[in-house]
């Protein structure tokens, strides 16, 4: 194992967008837009985990490159199936930010469920998944 030698490469603008869904019952739901959840306000808490993770990506996948992120924004849309999470992360870096924009959606939707755990046990994550990607040698990428 051992982690990439990027430094030849060129520092370039990348922008990597990643999403998931918390699917939950529509008890689950009315609590997250009621804000009646014991533990606080969700989509607040899942939003700041979502960002802090993103920031500490390399910690925690041991081959990823530190980077220095010059934006993160996680989006979270309360819907009919349950939460639907939306990272946008930018970096100027010699590498990718997609762990980082997957982590951030990640951590997110685990935050919900350990904040919604005790209404719903039959929760779960699905589509996760990137989006799209821009920057470096590949150029823009799109699903």
Do not use: Q
Not at 15 to 22: G, T
Not at 66 to 83: C, F, K
Request: hydrophobic share 45%.
């Amino acid at each position: 194992m051992k982690m990439v030698d990027v430094g030849a490469k060129e520092k370039t603008e990348r922008v990597a967008i990643a999403e998931c869904w918390l699917c939950m019952s529509a008890e689950a739901l009315r609590r997250v837009r009621e804000n009646r959840v014991e533990k606080g306000d969700v989509l607040a808490a899942a939003k700041l985990a979502g960002i802090m993770a993103a920031k500490r990506t390399p910690e925690l996948l041991p081959l990823c490159h530190p980077l220095g992120l010059t934006a993160a924004e996680l989006h979270i849309e309360v819907e009919e199936r349950g939460m639907h999470f939306v990272a946008t992360l930018k970096s100027c870096e010699r590498t990718g930010v997609e762990m980082e924009a997957l982590t951030a959606v990640a951590i997110a939707a685990l935050t919900a469920w350990d904040m919604l755990k005790s209404t719903d046990k039959s929760m779960y994550i699905e589509g996760l998944r990137l989006l799209e990607k821009s920057g470096g040698r590949s150029g823009h990428w799109a699903r």
